[in-house]
Every structure is written in C-alpha cells, then in structure tokens.
C-alpha cells in the first residue's frame, strides 16, 4: 500500500481535480452518429477525460482513463474524487 500524504499523491490529487475541471467542458460526441468504422469515444467516469478506442473496443474496459486506472490502483481515486 502506498503511503498517502507524499508530494506524489498530492500531486496525483491535484491533477486529477484540474483534469475533472478542464474536461467539465468538453463537448461529448455520440458514437451513433459516427460513420462505420469510425474509432469509438468514451468518456472517463472519474475524470471525464476522452477514451478513444478502436471499434473492437468491448476487448478494453473503457470506464476509467489511464491517469484514473493509476489513481485506482493506488487506493487515491475515491479521495480524488471527493475533492
Ligand atoms: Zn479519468
């Protein structure tokens, strides 16, 4: 388990609460109305930042963004979140 309190969770936090904000505004495209073959987006359900995945997209999880899968897997991503 890694320690929380260190420069890097902060700073983990910290990202994640301006990444959140910045992506707050970002105009969300509908997949539907791609044409076929198009590359599929998502949307990270933490942060909100894009996913952009290939039409085989169901062989990924497309929940969390990379920055958030790490936030996740260190145990900080539900307090990111709560900031
Ligand atoms: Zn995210």
């Given at each position: 388990m890694t320690k929380i309190g260190t420069s890097m969770h902060d700073a983990a936090v910290r990202q994640f609460v301006e990444r959140r904000t910045a992506c707050a505004s970002i105009v969300r495209v509908?997949?539907?109305?791609?044409?076929?073959?198009s590359a599929m987006m998502f949307y990270c359900t933490a942060c909100g930042f894009p996913i952009i995945m290939p039409?085989?997209?169901?062989?990924?999880?497309?929940?969390?963004?990379f920055e958030c899968v790490e936030l996740e897997e260190r145990g900080w991503l539900e307090e990111a979140i709560a900031q």
């Amino acid at each position: 388990m890694t320690k929380i309190g260190t420069s890097m969770h902060d700073a983990a936090v910290r990202q994640f609460v301006e990444r959140r904000t910045a992506c707050a505004s970002i105009v969300r495209v509908r997949n539907e109305t791609l044409p076929a073959g198009s590359a599929m987006m998502f949307y990270c359900t933490a942060c909100g930042f894009p996913i952009i995945m290939p039409e085989h997209y169901f062989l990924h999880q497309t929940r969390l963004c990379f920055e958030c899968v790490e936030l996740e897997e260190r145990g900080w991503l539900e307090e990111a979140i709560a900031q």
